[in-house]
């Protein structure tokens, strides 16, 4: 079992756009900086005949707060910034109470020659 704890995250702004060219650009901005309940989910390999990718998945937690709203209304313009790395949200799932808000997060690093 994982130990939970509570770690700085950013959250940030996502901008989509596409190119004369049709090339697709992601743009991103720090919106806000908060703690959060991290929780480590899961960690995976796949190999494949020619590759191996990692993914790991985390459970953000934080407080329902107008900010944390407006991110459930909208996860895909939203990423975290955590230990390092760009998280995109999976889902969120706002408590029943409206106290807590959990978001699940992942991430891919590239993919690896084996």
Do not use: C
Not at 2 to 25: H, M, P, Y
Not at 51 to 57: F, G, H, K
Not at 81 to 90: E, K, P, T
């Amino acid at each position: 079992m994982a130990i939970a704890r509570f770690e700085q995250i950013t959250v940030n702004n996502l901008a989509f756009a596409k190119s004369d060219f049709g090339e697709q650009s992601t743009a991103q901005s720090t919106w806000f900086r908060t703690r959060a309940r991290v929780h480590s989910v899961a960690n995976s390999l796949k190999i494949s005949e020619k590759y191996r990718l990692y993914q790991d998945v985390v459970s953000f937690i934080l407080n329902y707060t107008p900010n944390t709203r407006t991110m459930v209304r909208n996860q895909n313009l939203y990423s975290i910034s955590y230990n390092g790395y760009d998280w995109r949200i999976d889902n969120i799932r706002e408590s029943d109470d409206k106290m807590t808000v959990v978001i699940l997060a992942y991430r891919n690093d590239p993919v690896t020659a084996v």
